[in-house]
């Protein structure tokens, strides 16, 4: 080894080996590659993808339930409305960060950013497999129906995504080494922030105004003028919860990366199960309002009654005090916990809006087809696969000590 | 300031006639699409012939209707290649109703106002239309409809959402939408919108007990291009009409929370801002304040 | 939704009863959540400190800082010969081998300077080894020896944590910003420590080097794990001396 003269360095690695395949070479990344989670992803994916390419070879009628009383399904109930907002992190934390000056958040803002730039191009994609004329998604630019809240919708996320890009190209460019480009992005991040909020708050608020003009259609229990606020706090939950969840299983499944960096998830994670008790416990508090507010009270002791108690109770109440004796107690088990509970339940209450409490007076009600649901879970698990793929790759999870700048 | 008793009265009445005047002015849709084309739907002289079914399938190249009067046994919807269907019903001292049922293009039309590309639109002429060219597929129309009306080619692998056009092209040429050229009972009185409803109040009032006062589509959704009379017995509900519509227009139970966009676009910005000063002039204090520790040490 | 008029009065009774109602609550949910005791910072630790919160003096900052995989914690002065100085809050300077220095050779003895001993900038000032054979390692500042860290020359672990606890003397420096201006800090330091583990790690595997960006940090004494008895040359080569 002492023939090695100091500092030499080997024949530079190809930019794909040393960036694609993590420094091996192709055999031994693939064998790297056969782990039981990448087999269960493949046997997903192996039925999943000829899904997709069925339902747009066969039409709509041919893989999903949808019907003429059940216009939107789990696509739209589930793939769009519930990724968007367990996307919400990026702005929740990002403002966090940016705008409220919280820098010890700043090791998981980019993970978060990440999984709301994912989890947006995931609704995306959702969308394109609901749309029965998806080639004309265009026309969004070229005839406006502004009396429309899809319309908001749709320029808002085609907006936010834009914004969501370029605030994860500032990794990605650390990634390739492209120094000018960086800084230019670097110092445009307060501007993203400040627009990424403003679009997340428009458009989060905006899918819920989507339900405003169906009142006989949405049981009166979730059905309220209020709803588009809702939908905003629910983000903002959500956006807390999701990056709870997020950061536990990647700072526990990427643990090489971030060894040696001190970052104390933990304290971060007591820090935004406080913020969570606080804004859940007055979310249950407005629900009740806009349930008294609509005259619908009557209807808490019917069937539906006792459903959105249980969404209400049970993932509303139920993980705002958990986060609240948690992060009180230092407890961050019981955070997590909450932090589950909270993503489920904003789950449960998109998947009621859109689903199971729409057009809940009509005789044949709506239950997906198993490819409906299958191809929902390909969606997510192609999300979690280039998730990982970035982060093994991309500094997100840890600096790129090239790039790296005195924190305080 | 001394106004005197003059003066007092021009301010009166200069106020209460602008008060007058905006109250006219915010009047419902109703009066406004008053002088568009309209359908009187007398379903007491309706005799269930569906030769309306027939003139429309002809009209727009769909299939023809089945012949047997028996498929009136069944609740029928429109669909895709169906725009209008004639159900049946018996009241309950046993007079057998009829109904067609077909696109109410509403003055406000919910699913117009519900397209984010105006593929759904009303033309100025009254006609709500469809522009299949434009369409992405969302299917938000048949959400937004209170009556259930837009179908959708589900099977196609261009699908289209399918509903009745009031026959606009024929309208634009003067002629009567097909249906109400052909209904020979009468049932069916093709007019301007506000002359069919003073036709149906004169109806109800020379006719007493014939009718139900509630005319069906006249403050349905904002209110209606098709008005439905019915008898005091018939339930419309039972012949495959949608009656719990809010009188509310569609359009205006969401265009309190659109015009929160623009505000949010003028009002984040600086509130945003003045938070990121804010906090960095924070963390500043804090730094300086740490420093001059460092200092002393 | 056509409400009957008067029933709006009984809704808003309930509303402001509800509303009322949460106010009172929200107090007390409030103070729950913010009191509790203060979450400290559990820091995971590469090395256990145990001793740190009584030796780690007033102006020191929490390490952080990653450095791939040796750490460079903030407020440490860097020498490009793997030692470091920082400033204390009584006025002194602390004197040190960083966390390279202190993985490369492992479980060692050093050889500190006597009391009133002066040191110079650049020029050697302790020694570090094992039985057999010891390497002389540079004063980062100018400056006399004041204080001497009996527990780092004793014991074979006297200099885990090499920025804590393992630190190994104390000087009066008269010209500590002249000297300051000669050492690396924060990213410079960082980034120094990065190349050389780099360059370490191409010397243990060219291919492994890359395969670590992703984790996977390395354990003490790697100079004697790479060179064998060479290991001295390795470490003077590092050392500048």
């Given at each position: 080894m002492a023939s090695a003269s100091a500092g030499a360095v080997s024949a530079p690695q190809s930019f794909v080996r040393e960036k694609i395949l993590l420094g091996k070479t192709f055999r031994e990344y693939v064998r790297s590659c056969c782990t039981p989670v990448n087999a269960v992803a493949a046997l997903i994916l192996a039925i999943g993808i000829p899904l997709i390419v069925i339902r747009f070879a066969a039409g709509l009628g041919a893989t999903t339930n949808l019907s003429q009383t059940a216009p939107w399904g789990i696509w739209i109930g589930f793939d769009m409305m519930t990724g968007i907002v367990l996307a919400a992190g990026g702005f929740t934390i990002g403002a966090t960060v940016q705008l409220f000056g919280l820098k010890e958040y700043h090791p998981i803002e980019r993970a978060a950013i990440l999984t709301a730039f994912l989890g947006y191009i995931m609704a995306i994609a959702g969308l394109l497999a609901d749309l029965g004329r998806p080639w004309n998604m265009v026309m969004i630019f070229a005839s406006y129906g502004t009396a429309s809240a899809l319309f908001e919708v749709a320029w808002?996320?085609?907006?936010?995504?834009?914004?969501?890009?370029?605030?994860?190209?500032?990794?990605?460019?650390?990634?390739?080494?492209?120094?000018?480009?960086?800084?230019?992005?670097?110092?445009?991040?307060?501007?993203?922030?400040?627009?990424?909020?403003?679009?997340?708050?428009?458009?989060?608020?905006?899918?819920?105004?989507?339900?405003?003009?169906?009142?006989?259609?949405?049981?009166?229990?979730?059905?309220?003028?209020?709803?588009?606020?809702?939908?905003?706090?629910?983000?903002?939950?959500?956006?807390?919860?999701?990056?709870?969840?997020?950061?536990?299983?990647?700072?526990?499944?990427?643990?090489?990366?971030?060894?040696?960096?001190?970052?104390?998830?933990?304290?971060?994670?007591?820090?935004?199960?406080?913020?969570?008790?606080?804004?859940?416990?007055?979310?249950?508090?407005?629900?009740?309002?806009?349930?008294?507010?609509?005259?619908?009270?009557?209807?808490?002791?019917?069937?539906?009654?006792?459903?959105?108690?249980?969404?209400?109770?049970?993932?509303?109440?139920?993980?705002?005090?958990?986060?609240?004796?948690?992060?009180?107690?230092?407890?961050?088990?019981?955070?997590?916990?909450?932090?589950?509970?909270?993503?489920?339940?904003?789950?449960?209450?998109?998947?009621?809006?859109?689903?199971?409490?729409?057009?809940?007076?009509?005789?044949?009600?709506?239950?997906?087809?198993?490819?409906e649901v299958w191809v929902s879970i390909t969606l997510v698990t192609i999300g979690v696969l280039l998730f990982r793929w970035i982060v093994n790759r991309m500094p997100i999870l840890r600096e790129d000590p090239r790039f790296a700048e005195a924190h305080h | 300031?001394?106004?005197?008793?003059?003066?007092?009265?021009?301010?009166?009445?200069?106020?209460?006639?602008?008060?007058?005047?905006?109250?006219?002015?915010?009047?419902?849709?109703?009066?406004?699409?008053?002088?568009?084309?309209?359908?009187?739907?007398?379903?007491?002289?309706?005799?269930?012939?569906?030769?309306?079914?027939?003139?429309?399938?002809?009209?727009?190249?769909?299939?023809?209707?089945?012949?047997?009067?028996?498929?009136?046994?069944?609740?029928?919807?429109?669909?895709?290649?169906?725009?209008?269907?004639?159900?049946?019903?018996?009241?309950?001292?046993?007079?057998?109703?009829?109904?067609?049922?077909?696109?109410?293009?509403?003055?406000?039309?919910?699913?117009?106002?519900?397209?984010?590309?105006?593929?759904?639109?009303?033309?100025?002429?009254?006609?709500?239309?469809y522009d299949a060219s434009k369409c992405m597929g969302c299917r938000y129309c048949m959400i937004?409809?209170?009556?259930?009306?837009?179908?959708?080619?589900?099977?196609?692998?261009?699908?289209?959402?399918?509903?009745?056009?009031?026959?606009?092209?024929?309208?634009?040429?003067?002629?009567?939408?097909?249906?109400?050229?052909?209904?020979?009972?009468?049932?069916?009185?093709?007019?301007?919108?506000?002359?069919?409803?003073?036709?149906?109040?004169?109806?109800?009032?020379?006719?007493?007990?014939?009718?139900?006062?509630?005319?069906?589509?006249?403050?349905?959704?904002?209110?209606?291009?098709?008005?439905?009379?019915?008898?005091?017995?018939?339930?419309?509900?039972?012949?495959?009409?949608?009656?719990?519509v809010p009188e509310k227009e569609i359009p205006s139970l969401v265009s309190g929370a659109l015009s929160a966009p623009p505000f949010v676009m003028t009002l984040w910005p600086p509130l945003l801002m003045g938070l990121y000063v804010f906090s960095r002039r924070r963390d500043e204090a804090e730094k300086a304040g740490a420093e001059k520790e460092d200092h002393h040490g | 939704m056509g409400h009957e008029f008067l029933s709006i009065y009984s809704a808003k009774l309930l509303e402001y009863t509800l509303a009322i109602s949460y106010l009172l609550l929200f107090i007390p949910f409030w103070k729950y959540v913010q009191g509790g005791k203060r979450a400290e910072a559990t820091v995971p630790a590469v090395a256990k400190r145990p001793a740190v919160q009584v030796a780690r003096p007033a102006g020191a900052v929490a390490p952080r800082a990653a450095a791939g995989w040796f750490q460079v914690p903030a407020g440490v002065h860097l020498h490009p010969g793997h030692t470091w100085a920082r400033l204390e809050a009584d006025g002194l300077v602390s004197v040190g081998v960083d966390d390279f220095a202190h993985k490369l050779v492992g479980p060692a003895r050093v050889e500190l300077p006597a009391l009133g001993e002066k040191v110079a900038q650049g020029e050697p000032a302790l020694e570090i080894g094992d039985e057999e054979r010891l390497v002389p390692m540079l004063s980062p500042v100018d400056g006399t020896v004041v204080a001497v860290n009996a527990a780092a020359r004793e014991r074979q672990d006297g200099l885990d944590d090499p920025y804590g606890a393992g630190w190994l003397f104390k000087v009066k420096a008269p010209r500590l910003a002249a000297n300051l201006r000669q050492l690396l800090t924060d990213g410079p330091a960082r980034r120094f420590v990065e190349d050389a583990g780099e360059a370490l790690a191409l010397r243990m595997n060219p291919e492994l080097a890359h395969v670590l960006q992703d984790g996977g940090t390395p354990i003490h004494g790697i100079g004697r794990a790479l060179a064998g008895d060479e290991w001295e040359r390795l470490a003077r080569q590092y050392f500048l001396t």
């Open positions: 808002c996320v085609v907006c936010y995504s834009s914004v969501l890009f370029l605030e994860f190209t500032i990794p990605f460019f650390e990634w390739v080494g492209w120094k000018k480009v960086h800084s230019v992005m670097k110092k445009a991040l307060i501007a993203l922030t400040v627009l990424s909020v403003m679009f997340s708050t428009m458009h989060q608020s905006a899918l819920g105004s989507l339900f405003l003009l169906a009142p006989t259609k949405l049981h009166p229990l979730w059905y309220s003028p209020f709803i588009f606020i809702f939908f905003f706090l629910t983000a903002v939950i959500a956006g807390i919860s999701m990056v709870i969840v997020e950061s536990s299983i990647s700072h526990k499944v990427f643990h090489s990366q971030i060894a040696g960096q001190h970052v104390d998830v933990d304290k971060l994670t007591l820090g935004l199960g406080k913020a969570g008790a606080l804004v859940m416990f007055a979310y249950f508090f407005l629900k009740l309002q806009g349930v008294i507010d609509g005259h619908a009270w009557g209807y808490l002791r019917t069937g539906y009654g006792a459903w959105f108690l249980v969404e209400i109770v049970g993932f509303v109440l139920v993980p705002a005090l958990l986060y609240a004796y948690g992060s009180r107690n230092g407890k961050v088990k019981i955070v997590r916990i909450g932090g589950v509970m909270g993503v489920l339940g904003i789950v449960l209450n998109r998947l009621n809006v859109s689903v199971i409490a729409f057009n809940w007076n009509q005789p044949v009600r709506y239950v997906p087809s198993w490819m | 300031m001394r106004i005197g008793r003059r003066g007092f009265m021009k301010v009166a009445a200069v106020t209460a006639g602008a008060a007058g005047a905006v109250s006219a002015g915010a009047a419902s849709a109703a009066s406004e699409g008053s002088d568009g084309p309209g359908v009187l739907v007398d379903t007491t002289l309706c005799v269930g012939c569906r030769a309306c079914e027939a003139a429309c399938s002809e009209k727009n190249k769909l299939p023809a209707p089945p012949e047997d009067a028996k498929v009136m046994l069944q609740r029928r919807d429109t669909a895709p290649q169906v725009f209008t269907v004639v159900n049946r019903a018996e009241n309950a001292n046993g007079t057998v109703r009829f109904a067609k049922k077909q696109c109410m293009h509403c003055i406000a039309p919910g699913c117009a106002s519900a397209c984010p590309v105006r593929a759904m639109d009303k033309l100025p002429t009254g006609p709500v239309v937004a409809c209170p009556f259930d009306v837009p179908k959708y080619e589900y099977n196609a692998l261009a699908p289209r959402v399918r509903k009745c056009t009031f026959c606009a092209d024929r309208q634009a040429k003067g002629l009567k939408p097909a249906c109400t050229e052909v209904c020979p009972s009468g049932a069916l009185t093709f007019g301007g919108r506000a002359e069919l409803l003073e036709e149906a109040k004169r109806r109800i009032y020379t006719n007493p007990g014939k009718y139900s006062s509630h005319i069906f589509g006249e403050r349905e959704a904002g209110g209606t291009s098709w008005m439905y009379l019915t008898d005091p017995d018939t339930d419309l509900a039972k012949l495959a009409l949608r009656t719990d | -």
